[in-house]
């Protein structure tokens, strides 16, 4: 069977991992909603995190286009007979069904009439399907709405040859109940090549998914003017609310901007007390210099007994902003000082960032912060010191730096990563989007347990939007494509990176610095081919000879594929991850068809960047290698550096900015 619609079943057991299967369309198939399903896998399409969208308007068939003051999105896919596809968050369709006669129908078409009616650009395209087209607004508030539905004939013509015979006739439902019986769109119009619509008022979403299908029913003609031309077909949606939206800030939001701003208020008096306005003096009392650690807080004579006043032989690594030193407390304590450049001013938000959020965290994947110290111009944090360096020094060092990781060890380093990213995506109080995974910012401990750090790019992941639209900042080869181009940012991206992650532990490369043949830009691009050879096994290391399970492996490579899928619904959250890393989930890596040869030119411009620069990477253990650093993207300029900059401030570390190719 070529292709198969096992949607709306009653699965039970361990669901697999993506709702589209080469050609198996899966949506909604399992009768029961397990921890470590996607959602689109569940029944009524549950919403990934909170629902607040209110409208939506879709193109069916066509280009993202303005309409009425409203953006239609594009509606263009050309798969099929048996497909679901989402191309955002927002909404998704599932498209079912084999032209009887013709398997070469499309399943999208384009207008060849002149329409004369009010809004003739929406009806200018299509989506066809010869049995079912199912549309889902996702995410959608509780609430009364108005759907409206356009149509237009423009598969049969008008004049008076056999084309003009023809009779599309089929059904609509919206949320399970029939709204249009043996609607036929040319005899509602007024003839063919003309446009309509259909208002549908008081449709009510008690869920957070509105479903729209238009299914035929065996009626009307089916080989007129050719073989395979029958079935639904619709030209654009509009969902509007019937409810007041509001301008205020919801009870949550309200909370969160009162804890911020006591946060804030508190870290301005922790400021000016240590900097003497509200009393506070730098002590010199010897015996205080060992000052506990619990207090939080550290003098700068503590700092500088510790790391022996700066000393060079005590740096153990260069971060974007600032140098980081190994110290030595007076009770034993060994620590690690990342030292800000009183020069800069994103290096005092990144300071007042990593302090604000790592303070309010608490897990044995990421590094403790012990404290912090705020004298004149002088910013620093102090960490707990980890033996075993960065994960990025094990992997990619020289070789007399190289830790010889096990295959055990391997494993263990990735599950503590995705232990340590679903803490920050679903556990902790405040929900965090790291932005700036990487092999330099995951540490290793004695025992050679992963530790995630430098949070000075983390953004708060509120509760009031499902993604957060921002200005670019992340590191060149890791940041999710949905990200990098279109500022788009959810935890996905994060689930991006960590699948960049996996790929490199797996494989001992570097993403951004591995290149087996010159048409490949990234590791992560040479995974994609192998993948289609079917020999993705090539990628494991070769240090590690044949003391690895093959099956382990593959499971590990098609969780990486997995988590690096271009769509970021597709991917799955950290909390997936870890059941599938400890063995209570099936893997099976998406089918993902590369297009080498359309390389967007602002990937190249990224590439080019990522060869050039001569950045270090902020790490607090003795990694002094340079990789590529993080950058910021605003506009059309790209500046490269260990962490963001905004416009008008210099950094010492930063290379020289250029302009992207026009695209």
Request: hydrophobic share 35%.
């Amino acid at each position: 069977m070529n292709c198969s619609d096992l949607s709306y079943n009653n699965f039970t057991g361990s669901p697999v991992i993506s709702c589209q299967q080469s050609k198996v369309n899966l949506v909604s198939s399992f009768s029961s909603n397990q921890n470590n399903s996607l959602w689109c896998l569940e029944k009524d399409l549950p919403c990934n995190g909170k629902a607040q969208y209110h409208s939506l308007f879709i193109n069916c068939g066509g280009a993202k286009m303005h309409f009425e003051k409203n953006q239609y999105e594009a509606d263009t896919s050309q798969d099929g007979p048996s497909v679901f596809y989402s191309s955002s968050e927002k909404w998704a369709y599932s498209s079912t069904g084999v032209y009887m006669g013709n398997d070469k129908a499309g399943y999208t078409m384009s207008n060849p009439f002149s329409t004369n009616v009010n809004g003739s650009e929406l009806y200018q395209t299509a989506r066809l399907s010869p049995w079912s087209i199912r549309y889902y607004g996702l995410c959608m508030m509780k609430g009364s709405y108005k759907v409206r539905l356009y149509f237009a004939e423009i598969q049969y013509s008008n004049d008076e040859t056999y084309s003009s015979l023809g009779r599309r006739i089929f059904d609509v439902s919206i949320q399970g109940n029939l709204v249009l019986k043996d609607f036929n769109i040319a005899e509602a119009a007024g003839g063919v090549g003309k446009g309509i619509f259909r208002d549908f008022d008081n449709i009510t979403v008690n869920g957070t998914t509105l479903e729209i299908h238009l299914y035929w029913s065996g009626k009307g003609t089916a080989a007129i003017p050719d073989r395979g031309t029958y079935g639904p077909l619709i030209s654009a949606i509009a969902v509007t609310s019937n409810f007041d939206v509001g301008s205020g800030l919801s009870a949550g939001a309200i909370i969160g901007i009162a804890i911020a701003s006591a946060v804030l208020l508190l870290l301005i008096l922790l400021v000016l007390r240590l900097t003497g306005f509200l009393g506070g003096k730098e002590v010199e009392d010897p015996e205080l210099r060992g000052l506990d650690l619990q207090t939080g807080r550290f003098t700068l004579r503590q700092i500088k007994a510790a790391t022996g006043n700066f000393a060079s032989v005590n740096k153990i690594g260069e971060g974007g902003f600032g140098p980081v030193y190994k110290g030595i407390l007076s009770d034993g304590t060994i620590i690690a000082v990342k030292q800000l450049s009183s020069k800069s001013k994103q290096g005092n938000r990144e300071f007042l960032n990593e302090i604000g959020m790592i303070s309010a965290l608490q897990h044995p994947n990421l590094v403790k912060l012990y404290g912090c110290c705020i004298e004149g111009n002088q910013l620093l944090l102090v960490y707990e010191y980890l033996e075993n360096n960065s994960l990025a020094h094990a992997i990619f060092g020289q070789d007399e730096q190289l830790i010889q990781l096990d295959w055990a060890t391997r494993k263990k380093i990735c599950l503590g990563i995705a232990r340590g990213l679903a803490y920050l995506h679903e556990e902790s109080i405040l929900k965090i989007v790291h932005r700036d995974i990487k092999a330099t910012n995951v540490l290793l401990d004695k025992e050679l347990n992963a530790k995630i750090s430098d949070f000075g790019l983390a953004k708060l992941d509120e509760e009031e939007n499902t993604h957060i639209s921002t200005r670019i900042a992340g590191t060149i080869g890791y940041m999710a494509p949905e990200y990098a181009m279109r500022g788009y940012l959810t935890d996905k991206a994060d689930v991006y990176s960590f699948g960049v992650v996996t790929l490199e532990i797996v494989s001992g490369k570097s993403n951004t610095n591995y290149r087996p043949k010159e048409e490949f830009v990234y590791l992560l691009d040479w995974a994609y081919v192998l993948q289609e050879r079917g020999n993705v096994l090539e990628l494991v290391d070769p240090r590690l000879d044949s003391n690895y399970s093959e099956e382990e492996a593959m499971r590990m490579l098609n969780l990486a594929l997995l988590c690096t899928n271009p769509s970021p619904t597709l991917r799955p959250p950290m909390s997936s991850v870890v059941s599938m890393l400890e063995g209570k989930g099936a893997i099976q890596a998406p089918i993902i068809k590369r297009a080498a040869t359309n390389l967007d030119p602002r990937f190249i411009a990224f590439d080019r960047l990522a060869n050039n620069s001569q950045t270090n990477v902020s790490t607090f253990s003795q990694d002094t290698r340079q990789v590529p650093g993080s950058m910021s993207l605003e506009g059309p300029w790209i500046e490269t550096s260990a962490s963001f900059t905004s416009r008008g401030e210099t950094r010492s570390h930063s290379s020289e900015s250029k302009l992207l190719p026009d695209v």
